[in-house]
């Protein structure tokens, strides 16, 4: 669901919404409509219907009897054209009197016609002279389709009088739904009929559809928000595993480097090594060499006697030629020569600190003379013969220099 939400498009969304609110608002007013016209209206005068089978036939006989044509039509015309009442003579060929009100538009008016009489059906009712108060025809219920002849019925009683006329029933015939709907469209606030139900409807239509379209804003707005906050965090954690990586490229090659330091410092020890062994050997060689020369030389001196000079001494040049140590040594001399070079500086370093506090201490020495000097005077002069010991000359001093 939240997939479709975020794929959907808003120009293709709300239309579809609209769409569907459309239809369900279609198919409630059409059902409105059939509860309304077909239930309600239907089962208001199916009521009406079978009262009036009860009690109209004896009225409308008696009136004809006396011939009071004005109180006949002021009773048909009492259902102010809702529906219609048609009296005809006996044998139901000419109408006689109907409904001639009209409430809003006609809509049972174009059935009163003698031809259609006999397609009526709701069934009519005799008008005899002495009708008999028994009714003939009724309804089971409000919901009843159609009237039944009750078990009270006498035919007998009913034959035995002059028929006078019969009174047809002739019931609302309702507007189609599209003209129903259509007039609610023309007028939506005329709060008559069904149109209150349209209203209603309506109102309840658009409110569902605006609050449809608002959770719909805000739950893509939501998730809108969450995948950018996915996303935020998805490009974190690339940017922390490229790091990662680089950290771990780096730290392969430190120990790479380590190790390629470790094994240059096993070389660097084994040749120190094998150097100092060379030292030694080189020691060892020049000992035994000065030895033999210094042999060498008594026995020519014993040779030549006392006397003698050492002006004709020719040195032999070595029998071998000098061996790789030298060049080691040779190689060493300069690494020496610096370190003997910062040694000397560091020395320079602390003789001139050694000096600073040399001078320091000098310092304090004049101090203290001073401050002994200003204190022997001040007790001369508040005491001129006071007995100021001597120096003794072989009094100790204080050396503050450094020793």
């Known amino acids: 669901?939240?997939?479709?939400?975020?794929?959907?498009?808003?120009?293709?969304?709300?239309?579809?919404?609209?769409?569907?609110?459309?239809?369900?608002?279609?198919?409630?007013?059409?059902?409105?409509?059939?509860?309304?016209?077909?239930?309600?209206?239907?089962?208001?005068?199916?009521?009406?219907?079978?009262?009036?089978?009860?009690?109209?036939?004896?009225l409308l006989s008696r009136m004809i009897i006396e011939g009071r044509d004005d109180l006949i039509q002021d009773t048909l015309n009492s259902s102010y054209g809702l529906f219609g009442l048609v009296v005809t003579d006996a044998t139901g060929s000419n109408i006689l009197y109907k409904t001639d009100k009209v409430y809003h538009h006609e809509s049972w008016q174009s059935n009163?016609?003698?031809?259609?009489?006999?397609?009526c059906d709701e069934p009519y009712d005799l008008l005899l002279d002495g009708a008999p108060m028994e009714p003939v025809y009724g309804y089971e219920s409000p919901r009843s389709r159609k009237a039944v002849r009750l078990p009270t019925y006498l035919n007998k009683?009913?034959?035995s009088g002059q028929i006078l006329g019969r009174l047809y029933f002739f019931r609302t015939v309702p507007p189609s739904f599209l003209k129903d709907i259509g007039a609610f469209i023309i007028k939506p606030f005329e709060l008559s009929s069904s149109r209150r139900g349209y209203l209603y409807i309506s109102v309840n239509s658009l409110t569902l559809s605006a609050v449809l379209l608002l959770l719909f804003w805000l739950r893509k707005r939501g998730l809108m928000l969450k995948q950018k906050e996915i996303e935020l965090v998805r490009s974190e954690l690339t940017a922390r595993k490229k790091v990662l990586e680089q950290l771990t490229s780096e730290l392969t090659a430190q120990k790479s480097r380590k190790a390629w330091l470790e094994k240059e410092a096993d070389?660097?020890?084994?040749?120190?090594?094998?150097?100092?062994?060379?030292?030694?050997k080189l020691k060892e060689s020049l000992s035994v060499t000065s030895a033999v020369a210094g042999t060498q030389q008594n026995v020519m001196v014993q040779m030549?006697?006392?006397?003698?000079?050492?002006?004709?001494?020719?040195?032999?040049?070595?029998?071998?030629?000098?061996?790789?140590?030298?060049?080691?040594?040779?190689?060493?001399?300069?690494?020496l020569s610096d370190n003997a070079s910062?040694?000397?500086?560091?020395?320079?370093?602390?003789?001139d600190y050694c000096a600073t506090l040399e001078h320091r201490q000098h310092e304090m020495q004049r101090i203290v003379d001073?401050?002994?000097?200003?204190?022997?005077?001040?007790?001369?002069?508040?005491?001129?013969?006071?007995m100021v010991p001597p120096a003794m000359p072989g009094a100790e001093s204080i050396d503050m220099r450094p020793s």
């Open 112 to 119: 009163a016609h003698e031809e259609l009489l006999s397609k």
């Open 157 to 159: 009683s009913h034959n």
């Open 267 to 280: 070389r660097a020890y084994k040749r120190a090594l094998g150097l100092r062994n060379s030292l030694e």
């Open 1 to 58: 669901m939240d997939k479709f939400i975020l794929s959907a498009k808003k120009r293709i969304f709300v239309p579809g919404v609209l769409l569907v609110v459309l239809c369900g608002w279609l198919g409630v007013c059409y059902a409105h409509y059939m509860s309304y016209w077909h239930g309600t209206i239907f089962r208001v005068q199916t009521t009406d219907f079978n009262l009036l089978h009860r009690t109209l036939p004896p």
């Open 304 to 335: 030549r006697g006392p006397d003698s000079t050492n002006e004709g001494i020719k040195v032999r040049p070595p029998a071998h030629p000098s061996s790789g140590i030298l060049d080691e040594i040779d190689a060493i001399l300069p690494g």
């Open 342 to 351: 910062a040694l000397k500086q560091q020395a320079s370093v602390l003789h």
């Open 370 to 386: 001073n401050a002994f000097s200003n204190s022997l005077g001040n007790v001369l002069e508040s005491d001129p013969h006071a």
